[in-house]
C-alpha cells in the first residue's frame, strides 16, 4: 500500500484499524449479491442457486442479501441469467435501504451505471413510481439498460445526462436524489487494487472539487422534504465528511438526518460511505 494513504488514515484512524482495513483489502471475499425480492425471495433463490452448485450463505445484515462462492462465471448461471438477483456490495445495498423510498415516489439517480442502487430503489418501490437512472456516455446507459432488461422491472428508465449540467425542467422534481459520485475508489482496493497505484493527493482533491460541483447542482432537483443520499466508496475526510459540512454550511435549507463511514469488513464488504441529506426548507 502507498506509504501517503496509510499515513492518510493514520490521521484519522488509530493504527489498529488501519491494520484491519489493509488486512480486510487482502481477505478472500465471497461475491455479494441482492435478491431481486420483485422476482423471487430469498429461500427460493437458495435453493435454485445451490442445485446450480453454488455456495450460498445468508447475509446476516440485510434481508436480500446472499454471498454466492464456489461458480465459474455468472452468465453460467441460469438465476443470474434471469434476472434472479444482482451482484452488489452490501454496503452499496445500505443506501436505498437508508432513503426508504416510499410508495410512488420519484428517484432520480445522477451517476447511476451500471444500475445496481437504481435497481435496488424500484424494487422497494414495489412497482410503483420511477426511477430514473442517469450517466454520461451511451456506453454507461447501456450498462443500466442491460441490467434493467436482465432484472425486468417495469418502474425504471435509462437516460443519458451530466450531472454536472443544471436541466430547469427537474428543479425540485425528485422525491429522492441518489448521488453516487466518482470518487478515488479507496474503499475497493480488495477488488480494484490498480487504484492505488493510480491515485494521488492532487486526484483526490480534484475528485472533490468535481463533488461539490455535482452536489451543487444536483440539490435542486431535489423537492421540499425530500432526500439528497450522498455517497462514495472510499475512505477519505475530504471526499467524505468535509465534503457534507461543506454542503451543509452552503445549503442551509439542507439538514443532515445521518452520515456513515464504513469501513472494509474482511470476507464481507467494501469501504463506503453515506450521508442522508434532507431539504427542510428553501434557504
Request: aromatic share 8%.
Amino acid at each position: 500500500m502507498p506509504e501517503w494513504i496509510v499515513k492518510e488514515w493514520l490521521e484519522v484512524y488509530d493504527f489498529k484499524t488501519v491494520e484491519g482495513i489493509l488486512a480486510a483489502f487482502l481477505a478472500e471475499t465471497p461475491t455479494s449479491i441482492r435478491v431481486n425480492t420483485m422476482r423471487t425471495d430469498r429461500e427460493t433463490l437458495t435453493q435454485r442457486l445451490r442445485a446450480e452448485g453454488v455456495t450460498v450463505e445468508k447475509n446476516e445484515t440485510l434481508s436480500q442479501g446472499l454471498y454466492i462462492s464456489g461458480y465459474d462465471y455468472l452468465n453460467a448461471l441460469d438465476t443470474f441469467r434471469e434476472g434472479l438477483f444482482y451482484v452488489q456490495d452490501e454496503s452499496s445495498m445500505l443506501v436505498s435501504e437508508l432513503a426508504s423510498p416510499k410508495p410512488g415516489d420519484y428517484v432520480l439517480d445522477v451517476c447511476a451505471a451500471p444500475g445496481g442502487k437504481s435497481l435496488h430503489m424500484a424494487e422497494l418501490l414495489r412497482g410503483t413510481g420511477m426511477v430514473e437512472a442517469r450517466d454520461l456516455t451511451p456506453y454507461k446507459v447501456g450498462l443500466i439498460q442491460e441490467n434493467i432488461d436482465r432484472c425486468r422491472l417495469g418502474n425504471i428508465k435509462a437516460a443519458q445526462a451530466d450531472a454536472r449540467e443544471f436541466y430547469p425542467e427537474d428543479e425540485n422534481k425528485a422525491d429522492i436524489v441518489l448521488a453516487d459520485l466518482p470518487c478515488s475508489g479507496l474503499g475497493t482496493l480488495g477488488k480494484k487494487t490498480d487504484i492505488k497505484y493510480r491515485i494521488n493527493r492532487e486526484a483526490m482533491k480534484e475528485l472533490a472539487a468535481l463533488q461539490r460541483e455535482i452536489l451543487n447542482t444536483v440539490s435542486r432537483y431535489v423537492k421540499l422534504g425530500g432526500t439528497l443520499m450522498y455517497s462514495t466508496c472510499t475512505i477519505s475526510r475530504q471526499e467524505n465528511e468535509d465534503n457534507v459540512a461543506w454542503f451543509l454550511k452552503e445549503h442551509p435549507g439542507f439538514s443532515l438526518e445521518k452520515q456513515q463511514q464504513l469501513l472494509p469488513a474482511a470476507g464481507r464488504r467494501d469501504g463506503f460511505f453515506l450521508a442522508k441529506l434532507i431539504k427542510e426548507n428553501h434557504g
